[in-house]
């Protein structure tokens, strides 16, 4: 089997969170760049509606991951798992409310003691991808050495369970569900300043609609091409909850047991994960934590920012994946 190929291991009777019992799980991951325990292991937490392929041709993160780019694939172990449910190998979650993102950061875990990793050199990921990652360093606080949510935070506000219901709503009522949600959707993952520029108000000579709204049903169309109700649901849920205080205590007590190094990387413009909430989780924690920090990437993107703004991650993090240091 080749290295980049997707590979699956079963989890055998696992409690969720909110205590539903399953007997077994489907974990598909992917590994890239050095072998297992050859060299410094880096865990890459997709986004909504990624998945594990993170690098190569056709990797979603290709910019970020690959040899001789950030994430450097001739100097480190890059894994990637797939959230269990997400479609990938055709497995399925029906009872989406089962599970939290905890739990997938449990899950996770679990794939990496099966693959024997002792020690991550670094958990990065975007979105819910740097939720769970939140999850997984207040699970294990001895376990990573850096933290990197992106456009993510350690708990899901107000405002993104809102929008997670919103999206539910739709998926639940919309004859053509997974379309519709994704329209909604792109709406929060955008700002008004990145449309505006984009589309300037043309019109499809087509079609004869905005092209605003031709690139909003070509996304939902994409989508919904490519992903199935079942897993959107459950994706869209895991996003709700987020929140590594819920049957602990505060968060500056949680938080600042985590041993990692923690980047916080915000963006300026990002209406779901919002700047300011990034930055007063950064100010809170700097109290009673000094190897936190926090950067912010300049867009007028939005949350989508992580995506497409790759130079600007490319300088934000360069010193943490370029040290001279490095060592397995």
Known sequence: MKQDEIQHLEIPQFITERGKAYASIVLTYQTFGKKINTSPTILVNHALTGDSHV????????????NKKLIDTSKYCVIAFNIPGNG????????????????IAKLFK???NYLNVKKLHTVIGGSIGGGIAWELAALY???????IPIAADWKSTDWVVANTKVQELILNNSTNPVHDARVHAMNLYRTPESYNTKFNRSINKITHTTDVES????????????????????VNHLLSTINITRGRSTFLEVASAIKSNIF??????DLLF???????????????KHNVHYAEIQSIHGHDAFLIEHEQL???????????TVVA
């Open 55 to 66: 690098s190569g041709e056709n990797g979603w993160w290709r910019s970020i991951v690959g």
């Open 88 to 103: 990938v190998g055709e497995y399925l979650i029906k009872n989406y409310n089962d599970f939290t993102a905890r739990d």
């Open 110 to 112: 679990v794939g990496l």
């Open 141 to 147: 606080p001895d376990y990573i050495e850096n933290l």
């Open 215 to 234: 690139w909003l049903l070509h996304h939902g169309t994409k989508l919904k091409n490519r992903f199935s109700v079942t897993s959107y649901k459950l």
């Open 264 to 269: 916080i990387i915000g963006i300026n413009s």
């Open 274 to 288: 919002t700047a300011h909430e990034n930055n007063e989780t950064f100010l809170s924690l700097s109290k009673v």
């Open 314 to 324: 490319n300088v934000l993090l360069h010193t943490i994946f370029n040290s001279n």
